[in-house]
């Protein structure tokens, strides 16, 4: 299962939002939540895909844009 939150103070990446967390504030780009000791500002992360939305042109180093080729065996 791929995380779903990534919190943008200390770039760990969440599973789910624990259920001793508690909402400090929110805004729109996350929501600050304390648990575990700790202060972390949540966001959803996005797919692959839904980044490559964002740039019009082929980027050098895009997996998207370059897949990777697989050898082909003989």
């Known amino acids: ?3 779903m939150y990534k919190c943008r103070i200390c770039s ?3 599973n789910e939002i624990p259920p001793d967390a508690i ?3 929110a805004k729109r ?3 600050l939540y304390q648990f575990g000791g700790e202060v972390h500002d ?3 992360m996005r ?3 839904a ?6 042109n082929l980027v050098f180093g895009c997996e998207l ?3 990777m080729s697989t050898p082909v065996k003989k």
């Open 65 to 67: 844009c370059f897949p």
């Open 23 to 25: 909402e400090i504030a």
């Open 42 to 44: 949540l966001s959803r």
């Open 29 to 31: 780009r996350g929501t």
């Open 12 to 14: 760990k990446e969440f």
């Open 51 to 56: 980044d490559h939305r964002w740039h019009r």
């Open 1 to 3: 299962m791929s995380p």
């Open 47 to 49: 797919s692959k895909s």
